[in-house]
């Protein structure tokens, strides 16, 4: 499964961006997705999730803040993100993976940057 994320940007904080992930190849119907970001000297950490039957896990640090969706019917995630912080600027990555018996399959995007200035 490929990976392109899109939507990244710069923007004020208080501003609202969308980042978008389309997935293509061979997509199996037992399957979550997510975005992860990556800050400046940071690890790489989990901001929300999805699986294809719509159940979601948003962190705490942007519940309320940050909406994660998909489109199965496009193969696609969505994360609308508003109410942004400086902190949150980063490197946000998707991710894909299968979700029924194992061996789990594991695809990860390319990255999109989301720069929010104070």
């Known amino acids: 499964v490929q990976l392109q994320a899109s939507g990244g940007g710069l923007v004020q904080a208080g501003g609202s961006l969308r980042l978008s992930c389309a997935a293509s190849?061979?997509?199996?119907?037992?399957?979550?997705m997510g975005w992860y970001r990556q800050g400046p000297g940071q690890d790489r950490e989990l901001v929300a999730a999805i699986t294809s039957g719509g159940r979601t896990n948003v962190v705490s640090s942007v519940k309320g803040r940050f909406t994660i969706s998909r489109d199965n019917a496009k193969n696609t995630m969505y994360l609308q993100m508003a109410s942004l912080k400086p902190e949150d600027t980063a490197v946000y990555f998707c991710?894909?993976?299968?979700?029924?018996?194992?061996?789990?399959?594991?695809?990860w995007g390319q990255g999109t940057l989301v720069t929010v200035s104070s």
């Open positions: 190849g061979n997509i199996v119907s037992d399957n979550a």
């Open positions: 991710k894909y993976w299968t979700t029924a018996m194992p061996p789990q399959y594991i695809s």
